[in-house]
């Protein structure tokens, strides 16, 4: 076997023993879903990033057992499978594993590629597959598929939330700096975009190559002190340095280096992000209790991503009454969804691309400074909607 | 040039003290005889209580509690108030008179409200980490009973007749009724998401729940739980996602209801026998709880974000006056005397 399973269903024998109530009209619906997951890097350049062993499933759990305590009101219960690929491991046989358990809701926390393989796989399965951490805009839009729901905000949706600040802020003239990833390419162009959008102005792009080589040294500190100001000199006159490193190769070295003294803003700084362990406003502090009593650390963005997966297929079944993935689908894709989680609104889908509407938090690891949208950005039908792709503009045909 | 500026302040003052007299005269002009009761404020942020003499519309004394101070509740003479200490896990219990805390009570973790039994012997606590309703016998100070309920308990309410506690958890989405007697809940009803206040109204016949998340008020039926009605709101210029019911009161006459909104900033009034909303009125920001004096002639408001207490007129539907409290205020309880 390649795959490393693991059912987390431990916990079910003793909610159901605690069960002060008789279940619902005499039978129990079990709600099976399954995780799965590709590692992550754990090349990060501060130390404070190097992903747990339980990142992102950790957040599913604890939306399992909020589920099961639901559960127990309603005759139902919620199990959930992990599934851990290994390099070179195919998605599409990590899910006929689950399909042979009674999966029929599968959380995926998955590169953008291998996320197609899944959806393609699960194509007529019966099954709703849960997008917790791809961020690509394409897979919300040309690439964007009936069986998947987009949990974690795009990559539009993110630049739009920080441009949305920055233009508040009025610092409107953005000195960009990318990595020479793909990734950093697909958020640089998103910046650019939100950039257009909202009235700000890069004046210039520099790109930092990544030559590759560890991340961290005993003596590293001496070298980024000399570095940074070199690639970051003889720019145009700018507020904010705006960065693009989704593969931590760079970013992280920013803030307190750069030639010119100016606020680093994107992959380090203020980030805009779904969560972070810092953000305790409308309730959340509750959550992050939760999180932190069930996994001994604090709660990031693809944990609570999870838990916001975990909760909409909870919510769907307790809402219906069942555990039908078709019964399920109509209920989340209906006018009658909307899922609490702890951001000040309640969060509905997009009809027409599946994507999670959702405020975005701008952090800079200590605070959340600001929460977008931003006052003033208006929509005629939400102004979560001013974030990301909307409507009239995208190139999604769902099927 | 001195003695010009002093009289030129004087006359200001003197032209404000005129009209917040006349206001006061207005406001009293048809609530005569007027007695004075004591209002009780917690202040979220400010671990404190503000306390309001009614008659003067003003804030006399500040008395410092213990951590994050929520929900407050006074027992039936008055004479003690229950203070939710959240961040200290525990309740305090503040003597009316001495303005001074004379003991606690065992809450479990993270107490957030909390409500009087009918015959004043009980104190039923929401305890937000754990998934719990607790019973405390005031007079032995112990607990008697833990209820598991949904996850994050928030509102409590009772029955007129006392037979039927309320609570509601704000993950799960349900309303718990669970019986007086037994202590064991007989029905869970779902309603709108993140459900906030639970009311009954007073013949007892339907129990409302705020849904802050949802933006409604499902109305149910008590004697066969279930939701009957949902009331939702709508007021020009403000998004659907701004408007989040909270605080939920019936007036004694059961006429009607008053719900707060939260961040839209407005109390709605709605007409409980046709359930459609009268009136919007504009109080502070993030408007959260809410209470009667007991003559029912003014209702109290805490804004949470713009530090202050909003009164209302009742029979005119009318904000008379706005009361600067301390930091974050969010429970309120009014005293007889």
Known sequence: MIFKHGILAAFLGVVLAACPLPAAAGSTIDVKAGFIRAPHVQETLSILDIPAADDGIAGAKLAAEDDNTTGRFLGQTYTIEDVRLQPGDDPAAALNGLLQHGVSFVLADLPAAALLTLAEAAKDKGVLIFNTSAPEDSLREENCRANVFHVAPSYSMLADGLAQ????????????????????????????????????????????????????SDSGSVQTQRLIPVATQNAPAYDVLVAADESEVFANYL??????????????????????????QWGAIQLQNRFMKLASRRMNARDNNAWV?????????????????????????????????????????????QQLRQPILLGDGRMIVSVSPQEGFLHQTSELDTLGFDQPETKCKLQ | MQTAMKLSTKSVMGALAWSAFELHALAFAMTSPAFAFTAYVSNEKGNSISIIDTDKLEVTKTVPVGHRPRGIALNKDGSELYICAGDDDQIQILDTKKLAIIGTLPSGPDPELLILSPDGKLLYISNENDNLVTAIDVATRKAVAEIPVGVEPEGMGLSPDGKVLVNTSETTNMAHLIDTQTHKIFANVLVDARPRAAQYTPDGLELWVSSEVGGTVSVIDAANPKVKQKIAFAVPGLSKEAIQPV???????????????GPANRIAVIDTLTKKVEKYLLVGQRVWQLAFTPDAKYLYTTNGVSNDVSVIDVANLKVVKSIPVGSFPWGVAIADQ
Do not use: C
């Open chain 1, 165 to 216: 600040y920055l233009v508040w802020k009025q610092w409107k003239r953005w000195l960009l700096f990318k990595g020479s990833h793909p990734q950093d390419e697909l958020y640089a162009e998103a910046l650019a975009r939100a950039a257009k959008k909202f009235g700000a102005k890069i004046v210039e792009e520099r790109i930092y190559e990544d030559t590759g080589g560890g991340r961290r």
């Open chain 1, 255 to 280: 803030p307190f280096r750069t030639w010119d003294p100016r606020p680093i803003v994107g992959s380090a700084g203020l980030e805009p992000l779904s969560w972070d362990g810092t953000h305790e």
């Open chain 1, 309 to 353: 997966a975990m909760r909409m297929i909870g919510e769907a079944a307790a809402r219906t009454g069942s555990s039908d993935p078709k019964i399920l689908r109509d209920y989340l894709t209906g006018p009658e969804f909307a899922i609490a989680a702890f951001k000040g609104q309640k969060q509905t889908l997009r009809h027409w691309n």
């Open chain 2, 247 to 261: 605080g939920l009161r019936f007036s004694p006459d059961g006429k009607r209801a008053f719900v707060a909104l």
